[in-house]
Each structure stands twice: as structure tokens, then as C-alpha cells.
């Protein structure tokens, strides 16, 4: 990808191809040094030229939270809205532009505390956009209170005796909304963040993507366990389509299922070979292996990162068309004349 | 039956105006008695209005209290404004209709039972002790018993149907006797029977039996010596359709989005009264509606934004407790600028209150509900056909100051009917207005139009115009995020400016009665009916005294302070405690006098003439 | 559902019809059983018809008393004593307690069931024939303030239910 310094170069067919540059907006940005913000945004400018989608075509929405300042820092149009409530404003978007790109910026609070009915709703209507949910375990903005994704017994100013509430799995939530691409990828992997954005932005539906995002300031070193560069391979799983469930700096663990459960197992060990380890099928129709990949955490199982599950579904907008069009193929294009006499009708003279 | 050899001594009274109700079972069929009875009046060439009063629950047992469904029609030979005070005719089906409705019946008036209805098992579940027929109860009243069920059974005999299905028809046999009783023809009826059960032959028999052996009956029974017959009233020429207010609601915000050439977004969760407007709405797909039923309100109203957002006709429809729910997101529309149109169709409150029954107690929720300085337009339709007119002006301010308009309905006029003049397409208003695009230097977002002090409407996909905006404070012009103490200051003020600077887009308000004087009755809403008869009844009498009907009450139009002045008293009948009074009060500093009543009914003319009279007797005013 | 009018297809629940304007909320309830539970609970003794019963003293010969339920058709004598019910006498009580006795020396006080349960004219259907499950009697005397104003049998019962529901 070429950077120029002097805006967009023409190419062949007089189509403008984009550059990151076009994509950042002159603010400064605001996060605290060291959030892990700054890379969601710059994967997101850095994969936004390649859709080749009109900077104009594009729409951020986001709600409140760190998260929501993200549409600021893009030079495109962007929408800061009202705490959880940003699905609901890109439902009506969508319905009445088909024609843009979409991308929901949330967080864990906005989107699982106060926007849980909409993000359930959302996803089970498969309205055609991107959610990218910064999850970084805690409430930042307000500086430091539990989220619907801290742990139990998690202490805060809030919670000084610790939490007594459990925590969700938000790609469980997702896979149960029907949702039909949910993904999960991490902040400080920039190269699979960018990956699997591009993939969310490519999908034709609802896609959710779950970051995990480090909060430096209120809950440093959430996910450092094993995010950390030099123990991920070991502690993360990273998925492929169509490859078995392999992971560890020397490929020898894996992952099969015994009964209902997934085992982590070691091939060579106790006979097991790769042929017993699950296959990665993204595509598959019904989600019971993208359930089961998403209870696993980190310490029992290696936490699993990528794509869990990638269908094709007609998305809220198609369907809402399709029945204009058939209404307008059963009866013609509506006469307002005819609409106004509904009814029965007489007439002085 | 055959015709009697003698004639009947009768005679025929001339009369301005019929008040019927029709009342029974959820199943005896008085909607479509009622809908039938107004068709044929209003195609004659009375005026009407009529209000339904449909039952509380959902499916009562039959003959219960809650099971009553009733219709109320006011047909007459000049200009009505209400579905009148009290009825002149209670036409009862069932012990439990006469129960719930005789209170609302003066003394004098007519009674018509189907006698058949009045077994021991129907009264108990009325709960009466004993037959209202047979004992002295209803002596203050004119009755008629008539065996209707039997009546109507033996018309239908040889007919191919089962007992249960003729019992269905008596509606028609009621139907049939009203015409003959205030001299109406059959015909409409006669040919919407055949057009609408053209291909149930058995059943157009039936129906057209039942009618014809109620009109039978009352030509040959002895019972009524006197007919009725109102006179056609002098309507403008016009073709015309009977129609509600919620019916032309959704019409209007349909010829709205048409003279806006925009498509019509509409967001909604279902909600009484308002749940009519989605239904219809989502009927005219083929229009490019698009109708959205959200998971809540709120979404509702963010997904209005959303479709605001992109370009279109965005509006939303609830009642007051789905308003309640929506207030945050109605201050991000304030705060974003965004044409919209939030309609509320008021019930009776607080909290869930009386979901069918009419109030107009959300007046200062709309001007006030939200956090901070949040001014929004307000307009309020007066009659159903005012509804669709009103709809359109909401919209045209909507687009014209680029703001959420709140567009105030309620259960009275949404439910309401009355005879509307269908107007040309080609004439309706032109209310579009363009999308912003790229000209020459930085684009302002929050930058104002010099007369209407609205900004830009730069949708998303036009090109060169990218830009957020958002909850937080704007800077001014730029639009960019901004906590600069003086920029929120100018910012708010800009806000209040820009909607007060409407009151000089608007009409100004008129007077009905004395231009000036000792009283003038001051309303909103669905109360015109009332206030209009009432000081219509007073002006011949000599008495000194107005109507005015705000149809906008944010801003109030520009003269309204100096039509206040020109009278001794203002008094404002709501159906609340006080709401347009407390504004009034404080913005013309007037000692306005309230009459508020929350009865979940509307006002009675009888009630406003005698609230006017007495604070002219007050001020030693005879005249 | 299908209007029972004009057969249109309306989305279900609807309280009239999308087409004809019919009322639909009869129609979309259960109602089989109401109609039977209506008549049972709802309809009093006197709308069965209770006829003029056949009144005796207590001292009538027994024998006459069976000829005179022969002769009449019906199949119970109402006894009284000064206009008041003192006892009932079926042909149920000449069959069983009459069989083996020498007819002539008995007198209808002798066979009566006395005191028998009676029912007002306002009662419902259902108390009568709750009052004949339990009490395994056919006939249920109607008084009015101790006078016996006719007999509801087991029989009328079935015929007016016959003729309600049917």
C-alpha cells in the first residue's frame, strides 16, 4: 500500500484510491498515553482504504465511553450518540441508506450493560454493520467501576468488598443474538487486528468483534496473561478455517472434544494425534462449535482468537427492500392520491 | 312479515341534531352499526362526528361489564364539533350495556333494548338484582323493548345457517330500525352489503334480511309514533371520506414525505393509542415506507435519529409513557440539530394510567422532560382532520429549522372521527429543502442560516463534507467538540433563538366571538370541539366572550400576547391540572384562570358554558 | 382468522374483520363448553317449566294414590298438610316399599318420604342437579314459602338441556 503525502493518487478508471492519510481527522487525540485505543484506531484507518468504499460512504457510530471518541480521530462521518444506544441509530441509518458502510465503535459497558438490548437485538435482526466492542473489562470514562465483563470479586471504588456480580462472555452472547460473524482479536496484535477487521468490514451482516483492550490507567494488565508477545502462542488459539485447533510456540497442543466438553491434550502424548483434534469450521451452519470455542478461557484453555463463526444470512436491509419491491411489484408504485380516497368516499355537490 | 292493513298514526319532527350511542357485546357488532349508521348520514349530507368506546379487556366473557363495546354518533343539519354531550338514543343489546351506559343518558331520553338479551343469567352478569325492565328503574326514561334476537331469527329463517350466524346479523336489525326511525335510506347499506360479500351470497341474504326486517319492524310495530329526520347541512363541495385522527396522522406524514421529496422513515414500539399509526404505516410499503418496531422506545427514537442522520423524513410515534422513555435520546436530536418529528398520542397518567382514555397531560414533559436547555417546537392538531394538516406543518418546521418537532395527539382525536375533504395532491405544500454540499472554503457544520438560524443538512455520502457531530457541546460554526464556557452559553442561546424565531414562520392566532371583551376560553388540542361549541351556544345570548385554539404551543404564535391582552379573563379548560395555564402565566405574566379536569373524558359543552358563565357572574358581567 | 362473515383471512386477534367489519371477538374465545355452563349455572328451575304438580293428603289410601298417578300420567304426588309440603310419594316408593304389603291398610303418610329436599323457583339448574347426583332422588319438589309450587324430575332436566344446547 502506497502512502502518499499529497492526498489520494488517481489510478486507471479514474477511481481515487485511499490512503490511511485520508482516513485520519485533524483532532488530537485524547486517550491516555499508553491505551490501547490508539491501536484499534489506527489498524482502523490503516483497513479502511482497502474496501475501497468512498470515504464518503462511510459512518462511525459510537456511544459513550473511551471507546466513543474513536469517530473524532476518522475522517469520515461520524456520530458520537448517547450511552448504549449507538445499534439503535445505526438500525435506522442502515434501514434508510443501504447503500453506506456502517461501523458501531462500543465498548463493554456501552454495549453489554445499558446497550444489551440493542446489541441482542441488533445482531439477531442482522442489521449490516460492524461492531467493534473495546472490552477492557472496566469503566473507564467514569474512572474505574465494574463492567458486565469484570470478575467476580473484581474490587473498585464501586465494589470496595469486591463484585458480587458474574461476568458474561460476550461472543457467547453474540453467537446466542444469532449474530452472523463474531470474532475475537487483541489490541497489541496489530496484524491480526487489522486482519480481522478487514474480514468484520468485508462480511454482508451483523459482525461482531470482540477487542480485548488494555486499560492502562483503571485495570492495567487485564488480558496481559496471555496477551503478553512472549506467552501468547502459548496461551491463545489462534483460528483458522479449516485447520484442526493446533496452538503453542512448538504446534504440539491441540484441542478435541471428549463428550460435551473441550480437553486440552498434547499430540504425541497418550497416542493422540492431530486427527483427533477438532477442526475449525467457520462457516458452519449451526454454532456449536463456535458456542463451545467461545466458553473457553484462559487459565483451563487457551483463550481462541480470530473468526468463531462466519455465516451468510440476508441481512435486516435486504429483507426490509425485498418487501418494498414485492409491494411495489404486487400493486405498482404507491399513488398518494389513491392512499388519501381510502375508504369509502362521497362527494358534495 | 306483511303490512298491517291499517295505517299507523304518525308524525315526522324536524330536528338540528341526533345523538345516538350504540352500545352491547364485544360480539353484537356496534362498531360496524356505528361505522354503517355514519356512513349513511355523512353521504346524506349531515355533518358527523362520532367517537368509539371499545371495551377494557382484550376478550370479556360475553355479557360482562368489561365487555361492553360502544359507539357514539352526533349526526346534524349544521356545522358539529363534538360527538355531543350526552346521547339522545341509547340503542342497548344486553343488560351490561345499559348498565355502563345509562348513567351517561339525560332523563327523557329513548331507550331501544333487544328484550331478548334480558335473560336472569345476562342480568346477573350485569349485576343487576333484578330486571331494570320490569321494575320501576327506568321510569325516567322513553323504552322499547324490542325482541330483536327473535325477531331477527325468524327474518332469517330457511336461510342455510347455522342459529349462532344469524345471531351475528342483529347488528343489521338494529341498524335497519335506526333508519327508519330517523328516515334514512337503506341503500348505502344495501350495496355494501352485496360489494363486500359479493361472493357469500347466504350472508348478503342474511345481512340484507336483518336490515330490511328492522326497518320493517319499526314501520309496522306500534311502538314508535314518531320519526325523526335531520336535514342536510351546507358542507363545502368537496369529495369527502370519514376518517380518524390517527388514520390522518399517518395520511399526513405519507403526503408529508411527498411534498418533501424524502422517503418516510418510521420508528416505533407498539403502545395504545398510538399502535393504529405503525399499522398503517406499514401498509404502504409500496410507497418506500419504511417502517421499523423497535425492541423498545428507545430504540425507537434512535433509530428515527439514525434515519435523520442519513437523509430521511424521520419520524417516531408513542404515548406518554414511551415519551418518558425517550427523553435522553430527544435531547441528542436537540443537541444534533436533526429534522424530526416525535408524535405522541396522550393518554391519561401517570405511570401506565388509563392506556385508552383521553388526557392532555404531557404538555410540560414536551417544552421541559429533558436535562438542560432542550427547546423544542410544539404543535397540537385540534379535530382528526386537522391531523393531517398538522402533520405536514411539523414536518415542514422539522426540515425548514432542522429540529425534532413534538407533534401532540391524543386518545380523543386519534380515535375520533369526522367527515374530512380529501384535498388534491397537487395541492399540497412544497416542503423540501436541500442537502448541504461541498462549496468553496471549510465546511461548518454549526454553521447558521441567517434568517432561520438552522445549519446544514450534509448527509452522509455526500462527498467532501465529512464530519461528526454528537452529544457534546458544539463549538459554533466549526461544530467540533467543545467545553469553552462562553461557546455554551451562545450555543444554548442560538438553540432557544433559533425555535423562537419559528413565531414568525407561523400563522397568527385567531379569535372566534367578541374581538374583544370579558372572556376569552383559551384551549389546545382535541378540547376544540367543546370550546368552540360552548361559545358558540353563548355568542347569541349577547354574551361577551371568545375562543382561541393554539395549534402551537412552542412557540406560541407572535401576536398571542396581544390577543390575551384584549380581554378581562382567559380562561384555560384543559384536560389536565394546569399545564397551558402555568405557561401562559409565566410568559404573558396574565392571571389566567384554570379549569382542569382528568376524568379520562372529554369536556362536556355543558360543562365549559357553565364554567364561563359562572366567572362572568364573578365579575358581575351579565352579558 | 378466517371471518365467519365473509371468510377474509385477518391476522389473528383482530376484533373485526379487515373486510367486513364483522366482530370477530366471539368467535376467536373457546366457547363450547360456556354455552353448557351458561344453562347449567345460569338458568333457573322456573325456566324448565315446572308445571302444576299433583297434590294429596297424607291420609289418602295408598292404593288410591297409585291409581291417581296411573290415571294423571305423572309419576309423583306432592303430600300436604294445610297447603303445606309434609312428604313426597313416587312411584318409585309404590314399587319398593308397597311390594309385599297389603295395600288397603295403608295410608300415603305410611310410604311418603317426608321432609324431602326442596328447591325455590330461583335456583339454578346446577343446584338441582347437583342435589339429585348426591341425594340419588329423581323429583325435587319447588316450594314457595312452604308451598309446594311444582316438581322438577330428572327428565325435565335433560329435555331443557337438550333443548339449550342443541
Redesign the interface.
Known sequence: MTETTTGPAPIEGGLVKLTRKDFV?D?EVRWCPGCGDYSILAQTQKVMPDFGV?????????GIGCSGRL??Y?????????HG?A???????????P??MVWVITGDGDALSIGG??F??TMRRNVDFTMIMHNNRIYGLTKGQTSPTSEFGKRTKSTPMGSVDRPVMPLTLALAAEATFVARTVDTHTEHLARTLEAAGRHHGASFIEVLQNCNIFNDGAWREFTERDVRDDRMLFLEHGKPLIYGKERNKGIRLRGLHPEVVTIGEDGVTEADLLVHDQHAEDPYLALILSRMFWPEFPVPVGILRQVDRPTHSDL?DA??E???A?????D??T??????????? | MTTTPERIERESQLLDRVTIRFAGDSGDGMQLTGTQFT?TA??F?NDVSTFPDYPAEIRAPAGSLPGVSGFQISFSASDIHTPGDAPDVLVAMNPAALKTNLPDLPAGGAVIVNSDAFTPSNLSKAAYASNPLTNDSLKAYRVFEVPIGTLNARALEGLDMTSKQADLTKNFFALGLMFWLYERSMDPTIA?IDEKFGSRPVIAEANGRALKAGYAFGETTEMFHTTYRVPKAK?????????TGNEATA?GF??AA?AAKR?L?Y?SYPITPATDILQQLAG???????T?Q???E???????????????L?LTGTSGPGLALKS??MG?AVM?ELPMVIVNVQRAGPSTGLPTKVEQADLLQVLYGRNGESPMPVLAPATPAECFTLAIEASRIALKYMTPVAYLSDAFVGNGAEPWK??D?EDLPDISVPNAVKGEGTFLPYGRDPETLSRPWA??????????????EKLDGLG??SYDADNHHRMCVLRAAKIAGIARDIPPLETFGVDEGELLILGWGSTYGALRSAVEQMLPEGKSVAHAHLRYLNPFPANTGEVLKRYRTVLVPELNLGQLWFVIRGTYLVDAVGYGRVRGKPFRIAEIVAEAERILGERGVTR | MICPNCRYDNFEGEDSCAHCGADLSLSDTPQALADYHDTILGDHLDALGIGSPTLVEPTMAVAAAIQLMHESGTDCLLVCEEGRLVGIFTDRDAAVKAVDKRLGLYRVRDFMTPDPVVLRREDSLAVAIHKMAVGEFRHIPIVDDGRPIGVVSAPDVFRHLVASVG
Open positions: 481527522a483532532q468512498p470515504k464518503e460512504n462511510i459512518v462511525f457510530i459510537s469517530p473524532y476518522m475522517n469520515t462521518y461520524g456520530f458520537h450518540s448517547i444506544r445499534p439503535t441509530l445505526a438500525t435506522g441509518l442502515k434501514t434508510a441508506r447503500d453506506l438490548n440493542h441482542l437485538h426490509v418487501q418494498i414485492a409491494a411495489i404486487r400493486s405498482g408504485p404507491g398518494l392520491r392512499a388519501l380516497m381510502a375508504g369509502e368516499t362521497w362527494t358534495v355537490e | 356512513r355523512a353521504v349530507g355494501w358542507l363545502p363541495p368537496g369529495t369527502y371520506r370519514n376518517i395520511l405519507l403526503a411527498h422517503d422513515f420508528g404502504y410499503k409500496s410507497f418506500g415506507v419504511r421499523f423497535a425492541e423498545d428507545i430504540a425507537a427514537m434512535g433509530s428515527t435519529i439514525g434515519a435523520a442522520y442519513g437523509g430521511a424521520a435522553e435520546a441528542l444534533t380529501v384535498p395532491v448527509i452522509p455520502g455526500t462527498p467532501g463534507l465529512e464530519h461528526r457531530i454528537g452529544g457534546l467540533t467538540v
